[in-house]
């Protein structure tokens, strides 16, 4: 016979509940699906029994959706009148009951203790079906040693977790799920726990924490990917992992963390951070799993080889950095030549220009920005396909590079005989970089003589700076100048509206404002708000804006293997979301590489995890290797382990 025929089914009455069920000091598990009306029967019971003389615990144990307490944690709490009083609370820094199901018992058990004898009614998570529900089920009510389970079923449905019911030793109880009870729609549960966060908050003060002198522990996201983690929340525990107080985090930087928290004098060991973050919208929602991005090694349509370049040059790497998708045109073996695709505008950017027969002539049209690296010939030999590509009525297109840069496209745009070119011709504005200035000047086809050399002083070796991103340079040695680049994207402002909207403020030019002085990193400018105050940007957008740093792509290339170099290589590449990097020859080979001013393998390794780079993308391998490449990714991988390893014909 199957047990459930014999199990009582109770009446849907607080009182006859207590009376059937739960006659003593006892402990109860209250559990069914989100929407059955668990948790408003757990509130029915708890007043029931005050009613009766006894005063329980409720304990709630749904992070996600939790009746008191916070979201992101584990709340035992006493009613004494009409006050609850929080008589513990542990974190859980996630919403999800279901994929942290074992630390969320492990908490449960640590706050049952604080009740010691007296009655409970632990009011369970929305979870009751596959492993997790079972876990939880089985998990819950031996670490919280409970009398009773009361489990509530939608009426003419079997009940769910059959095997796990038949095995409990508990007490078990029925009690049909109400019926107008139903599950609250996501941005219900959204708002609702977002209001207890924002008001946990409300006196929260910014504080920034050496990370090398706290402990990380959960599932933080790594410590590369920073755009990850503002928004995240996080939980400052003792050195017995006793949450002390709640945080939010603001920024991450490179090796500190700036959070928001209320007020606390205590001490604390260690940050308790997982999946509950506060979305673009302003609402504590769960973050997206981060995934390694793969890189691809197959080029998009337009880059086709056509039969005349489909000679081996290796496996060509494609993958996005924030707004733009970055392709090694001709491979890891081939000349030196990267396509940045603004994803989001007809642009397109091109660091170094190697032979550029893959490329169709309508990128050269969309191309605003060449970087070059320095001069010689696999580095520049594609600026005829550039200048061909572009006669026409077209923009003028920017140009960088090092010292001589200048005469070196002066004198291939002189080499062409452009009698019939008119009016047409392509103009370029070609800058040198000179130490902390940038000399620039203009050539067009078609004109006998350069423009007159413009100077201006720049700082931080930035080249460009535009309101989406900037590019930045570094000069090494190759035994001529060779310039590193850093292409950094623009950190991404979200309003806050449910901030907005709780203060009773409308959006207006002041946000724009706020924006522009968060961009320009003063926090101290003074701002006029909308109820006519005067406040400091920085607590204007600690309050208002949700604030994630850009992404950066690095790029060296030809540069030798000395101290200095590499400094300065790590310094521009530092915390990169994606590093393209030489990787000239392998260890055997190092005299090679020290004869021509090349990287080897483990030195781009090296780098790489010194820069403490998310993504490695090696590339500029000696054609020598081009049968045996698995040893320039053997080396690699032996000093770094983010790096992005095709897959080798053979």
């Not at 007490?171 to 207890?196: D, G, M, N, Q, Y």
Request: hydrophobic share 40%; aromatic share 6%.
């Amino acid at each position: 016979m199957d047990k459930h025929q014999n199990v009582p089914w109770l009446e849907r009455s607080a009182e006859k509940i207590i009376d059937a069920a739960l006659p003593g000091d006892g402990r109860l598990l209250l559990f069914g699906e989100t929407g059955s009306g668990k948790s408003t029967l757990a509130l029915e019971l708890e007043r029931a029994m005050r009613g009766k003389g006894r005063t329980p615990f409720l304990l709630s144990a749904d992070p996600g959706s939790p009746s008191f307490g916070l979201p992101g944690a584990v709340t035992l709490a006493r009613r004494r009148g009409d006050i609850w009083t929080v008589a513990g609370m542990e974190a859980l820094c996630s919403l999800d009951a279901a994929r942290f199901r074992m630390p969320l018992v492990s908490a449960v058990g640590r706050l049952t203790r604080k009740a010691a004898s007296a009655p409970l009614i632990l009011d369970a998570p929305g979870v009751v079906r596959g492993v997790a529900g079972a876990e939880l089920l089985l998990g819950l009510a031996e670490t919280a040693d409970v009398d009773v389970v009361l489990l509530l079923v939608r009426k003419g449905e079997p009940p769910p977790l059959s095997n796990e019911l038949r095995s409990i030793s508990q007490k078990l109880f029925f009690v049909e799920a109400a019926a107008e009870a139903h599950s609250p729609t996501r941005r219900l549960r959204e708002r609702s726990r977002t209001k207890l966060w924002d008001e946990y908050l409300a006196d929260a003060q910014e504080r920034t924490f050496d990370l090398g002198s706290i402990n990380l522990l959960g599932t933080p996201p790594p410590l590369d990917v920073k755009e990850a983690w503002p928004g995240r929340q996080a939980a400052l525990l003792d050195d017995r992992q006793n949450t002390v107080a709640f945080a939010e985090v603001s920024a991450l930087g490179n090796g500190y963390i700036k959070v928001r928290t209320p007020p606390s004098q205590k001490e604390f060991f260690a940050l308790l951070v997982r999946d509950a973050q506060r979305d673009s919208r302003g609402f504590l929602s769960t973050a997206r799993l981060l995934e390694k991005e793969a890189v691809r090694y197959a080029p998009p349509p337009d880059m086709c080889s056509p039969p005349e370049y489909a000679h081996v040059t290796g496996p060509r790497p494609v993958g996005h950095v924030g707004a733009a998708t970055a392709t090694l045109v001709n491979g890891v073996f081939g000349d030196p030549l990267l396509h940045l695709r603004m994803r989001r505008e007809k642009r397109s950017i091109l660091v170094d220009l190697g032979e550029a027969g893959r490329l169709p002539a309508r990128i050269a049209h969309q191309v605003s920005d060449v970087f070059i690296s320095h001069a010689h010939i696999d580095h520049v030999g594609g600026f005829v396909w550039l200048l061909r590509s572009r006669i026409g009525y077209l923009p003028t297109c920017r140009v960088f590079g090092p010292p001589g840069l200048g005469e070196n496209i002066l004198g291939m745009v002189r080499g062409i005989l452009w009698d019939r070119i008119g009016d047409r011709g392509p103009s370029f504005e070609v800058s040198e970089l000179r130490g902390d200035r940038l000399l620039t000047r203009m050539i067009e086809a078609g004109r006998d003589e350069a423009g007159p050399v413009v100077e201006r002083q720049i700082k931080n070796g930035v080249l460009v700076e535009e309101k989406d991103f900037l590019v930045r340079a570094a000069t090494l040695d190759h035994r001529t100048p060779v310039l590193a680049f850093a292409f950094e994207s623009a950190m991404k402002i979200n309003v806050r509206k449910e901030a907005l909207e709780r203060k009773g403020w409308a959006p207006g030019p002041w946000l724009g404002e706020l924006k522009n002085r968060v961009y320009d990193d003063d926090r101290e400018a003074v701002i006029t708000t909308p109820d006519g105050g005067r406040e400091k940007a920085g607590r204007l957008a600690d309050e208002f804006l949700l604030i994630s740093p850009g992404e950066k792509l690095a790029y060296a290339v030809d540069f030798g293997n000395t101290p200095e170099n590499r400094r300065r290589v790590e310094g521009l590449a530092k915390s990169a979301h994606t590093f393209f990097c030489e990787a000239a020859f392998a260890e055997a080979d190092g005299d090679m590489a020290e004869k021509y001013r090349h990287m080897t393998a483990r030195g781009c390794g090296e780098i790489a995890t010194a820069a403490g780079v998310g993504r490695l993308i090696p590339f500029h391998h000696s054609k020598r290797y081009e049968k045996e490449p698995e040893q320039i990714y053997k080396e690699i991988r032996a000093v770094c382990s983010r790096v992005a390893v095709p897959k080798f014909p053979g």
